[in-house]
């Protein structure tokens, strides 16, 4: 596998200020193409009279490869639309779709000869920046980035940005591995009698995400990003789902593959899985789940949830016989913390879940409520 890095410069000023043309950003895309943001001034060192900022493809090079200049496109879209665009006779703002939690911000300083001065704003610090670079290796024909560096006036190191810390879909694609411990309460009866009534388990599991484009991919199953505008995402996936159960007394449950769909709006997600190879039911969910970035390498998400589980769902993973059981719906609550230092994450996973009265009815079940912690270390690759 060939790795080339390279760094590329993005922001650039021309030193006529009286120029027409005002080049504010340049961003260099996967298929060779880069987008320039520009304004055409209608007066000398002001954006005064300024109606919109452009947005321009110059073209570098050529992917013949149909299926990586289709993701290139659709990386395009959701990377690099104008969003939150404010436009002032003394100033303009703008953050890109790309980097949600970025914001920049230009002026034309009067007093220094109309010199362009950029702003970056990211979360809740202000940067005043002197050039910005991007470090990217090439696999599979489309860069990546591995680093932002930005170049601050004033200071003598330079602030590094790494995809992880932005909002957004950057990369093209991704590999993350590790292993993670899986603690919880089980709310089954234990197949042992004298823990019939107590049985907390540890499980040591794989961990990996491998994200091309779209399309990514973990240990629980498949699926693809099929549309992204603003706030609103819509994925299909193919998992392994269930609540299996083996013991001597009752019949095994395994688990299915389930075919369904995610749909992000904002803060809110709404998930669906249903079995539609053998029937045992589907589920939904609602969850609230806010992010909050403590700084660039500390991300903090607590959840909110209520599920829903279909008859069938219920009858076979908890019931002893057809049409005891009917549906359920669960609650609870769940606070990931994510720490990112160079290419290793380390994650802290706690959630409490409460179970619908037909569930904690049935009896294979010993408790109404499950407590999980789960702790991984995962290593990026790529």
């Not at 940067?127 to 006036?153: A, E, G």
């Not at 219920?314 to 669960?330: E, H, I, M, T």
């Not at 290793?344 to 407590?371: A, C, D, Q």
């Amino acid at each position: 596998m060939l790795f080339c890095s390279r760094l590329l410069f993005l922001f650039f000023y021309s030193a006529n200020s009286n120029a027409e043309k005002l080049n504010l950003l340049v961003l260099p895309l996967s298929d060779g193409t880069s987008y320039i943001y520009s304004v055409d001034l209608k007066k000398p060192c002001s954006f005064s009279g300024v109606l919109e900022v452009n947005s321009t493809k110059l073209k570098l090079g050529k992917i013949d490869n149909w299926f990586i200049g289709n993701l290139n496109l659709l990386q395009n879209r959701i990377n690099f639309k104008m969003i939150e665009l404010i436009l002032n006779d003394d100033f303009i703002e703008f953050s890109l779709s790309g980097a949600t939690n970025l914001k920049f911000k230009f002026l034309l300083e009067k007093e220094n000869k109309c010199r362009l001065k950029k702003i970056l704003y990211f979360n809740d610090s202000i940067y005043s920046l002197d050039q910005i670079y991007i470090d990217y290796s090439s696999i599979f024909f489309s860069p990546v980035i591995k680093k932002i560096i930005i170049k601050n006036n004033g200071m003598d190191t330079d602030l590094l940005l790494y995809p992880w810390a932005l909002q957004g879909m950057i990369s093209s694609y991704e590999l993350n591995a590790g292993l993670a411990v899986k603690t919880y309460s089980n709310i089954r009866k234990s197949p042992k009698a004298i823990n019939r009534n107590s049985n907390i388990k540890a499980e040591l599991l794989p961990a990996f995400i491998f994200r091309y484009g779209p399309i990514f991919l973990s240990k629980d199953g498949i699926g693809s990003l099929l549309f992204n505008a603003g706030d609103f995402s819509f994925l299909a996936m193919a998992i392994i789902e269930g609540e299996p159960y083996e013991t001597a007394e009752f019949n095994e449950r395994k688990r299915a593959i389930y075919l369904g769909s995610i749909v992000k709006f904002n803060l809110l997600e709404f998930i669906y899985y249903n079995d539609f190879f053998k029937e045992k039911g589907y589920n939904l969910k609602l969850n609230l789940a806010p992010e909050f970035y403590f700084n660039t390498d500390l991300k903090f998400k607590p959840q909110v949830f209520i599920q829903y589980w279909d008859k069938k769902y219920v009858d076979y993973y908890f019931g002893l016989s057809p049409n005891k059981l009917n549906q359920a719906v669960n609650y609870g609550t769940v606070f990931e913390i994510m720490h990112f230092k160079g290419r290793w994450t380390y994650l802290l996973n706690l959630g409490v879940k409460f179970y619908g009265r037909e569930v904690y009815s049935s009896p294979s079940v010993v408790r109404g409520n499950e407590i999980q912690v789960v702790t991984s270390l995962l290593y990026k690759f790529l």
